[in-house]
Nanobody, 129 residues
Framework: QVQLVESGGGLVQAGGSLRLSCAAS????????MGWFRQAPGKEREFVAA????????YYADSVKGRFIISRDNAKNTQYLQMNSLKPEDTAVYYC??????????????????????WGQGTQVTVSS
């Protein structure tokens, strides 16, 4: 059974930092793209960042570009989201996602919810002003 488990969320003041982790189990995603999404109350789930299997290519939402950094450690089957200069509008539940490509090592445009096959349960990030 494939599981993605997020950790690292919490309450932080504006301008602060948090690092989210997402540990995958049940399948290796070392040849697959992974991503982060977030969902604020009353809003749709939105794309935050994505990373290719090697970590050499990334996508970022304009709202987080220059503040957030996505990375991964394939040996640990884990991806990370370093969030700096946090703003109150970053408050949301953050979800980890993985797209299974069966080892093709492609990096398609994975900036939409429909591109992903597996999801974590989410971790709450709250930024106070």
């Amino acid at each position: 059974q494939v599981q993605l488990v997020e950790s690292g969320g919490g309450l932080v003041q504006a301008g602060g930092s948090l690092r989210l982790s997402c540990a995958a189990s049940g399948r290796s995603f070392s040849r697959d793209p992974m991503g982060w999404f977030r969902q604020a109350p009353g809003k749709e789930r939105e794309f935050v960042a994505a990373i290719s299997w090697s970590g050499g290519s990334t996508y970022y939402a304009d709202s987080v570009k220059g503040r957030f950094i996505i990375s991964r450690d394939n040996a640990k089957n884990t991806q990370y989201l370093q969030m700096n200069s946090l703003k109150p509008e970053d408050t949301a539940v953050y979800y980890c996602a993985a797209r299974y490509l069966g080892g093709s090592i492609l990096f398609p445009d994975v900036r939409t919810v429909d591109e992903y096959d597996y999801w974590g349960q989410g971790t709450q990030v709250t930024v106070s002003s």
